[in-house]
């Protein structure tokens, strides 16, 4: 696959996967949202349906926009190294925009929230109790369960041929199970991204990005997407 093309179409449907989900903490958490107080179901459902915007979109590159993902799919020896980096590429760069779009859609709502860890929560995840090793198992079980079942249900492919609709509920699923700890980041890019752009961004009254913390959504997902992958060969049927 030509790697400009797949750097597009990660970049694309990564922007929509975070737009979406940030999006929706955004209308749920800050202040004078007409969502405000909607709940963490709602994140979840909202994260789910922003993955299947944003595999929809990425058809064409497979649909990864997750690093974990991606690796499981470079372990099976579906994708080279090169694809690979080009791959992660494309998503950092799309969770970045993705991010950006938040701020600039609910600029005002930033400026008239007071709180600024809410501020940073609708950038990137954090942890209900601060407990490094627990809060990294919590990252690799949740990635493993997504990683995993993606693989089963594709035979070792990626998502966009499974179909966006079931990884949507997927991760509905996971959000609803374990999602309480950490907020299930589940996704390097995810993270990292958006963490980047709350650091850069003028948002007023934001406070630190909490770069402490940062290494866990992205070490945790990377090994629980390894992870999968490598049981799945002794487990599932992967071609």
């Given at each position: 696959m030509n790697p400009g093309l797949i750097f597009?179409?990660?970049?694309?449907?990564t922007t929509f996967l975070?737009?979406?989900?940030?999006?929706?903490?955004?209308?749920?958490?800050?202040a004078k949202s007409k969502g405000q107080g909607a709940g963490f179901l709602a994140i979840t459902i909202g994260w789910g349906f922003a993955v299947m915007a944003g595999v929809t979109v990425a058809y064409s590159s497979g649909g990864h926009l997750n690093p974990a993902v991606s690796l499981a799919v470079l372990l099976l020896g579906k994708i080279t190294v090169t694809q690979f980096l080009?791959?992660?590429?494309?998503?950092?760069?799309?969770a970045f925009i993705g991010a950006t779009l938040v701020w600039v859609?609910?600029?005002?709502h930033f400026d008239a929230e007071p709180d600024a860890a809410t501020k940073l929560g609708v950038f990137?995840?954090?942890?209900?109790?601060?407990?490094?090793?627990?809060?990294?198992?919590?990252?690799?079980?949740?990635?493993?369960?997504?990683?995993?079942?993606?693989?089963?249900?594709?035979n070792g492919s990626t998502?966009?041929?499974?179909?966006?609709?079931p990884v949507a509920f997927l991760v509905i699923g996971?959000?609803?199970?374990?999602?309480?700890p950490t907020g299930y980041a589940i996704n390097p890019a995810r993270d990292l991204g958006p963490r980047i752009a709350h650091a850069l961004l003028p948002i007023?009254?934001?406070g630190p990005s909490d770069w402490s913390y940062s290494w866990v959504p992205v070490v945790g997902p990377l090994i629980g997407g390894a992870l999968a992958a490598g049981l799945s060969v002794i487990l599932l049927p992967v071609a």
């Open positions: 597009l179409s990660e970049s694309v449907g975070t737009l979406l989900g940030c999006g929706v903490v955004a209308n749920v958490a800050l080009v791959y992660i590429a494309g998503q950092f760069v799309g859609t609910y600029r005002r990137s995840t954090g942890p209900a109790i601060r407990s490094f090793g627990s809060n990294l198992a919590t990252e690799i079980v949740g990635t493993f369960v997504l990683v995993f079942v993606i693989l089963a249900f594709t998502p966009a041929e499974l179909g966006a609709l996971i959000g609803i199970s374990l999602g309480g007023k009254g934001k």
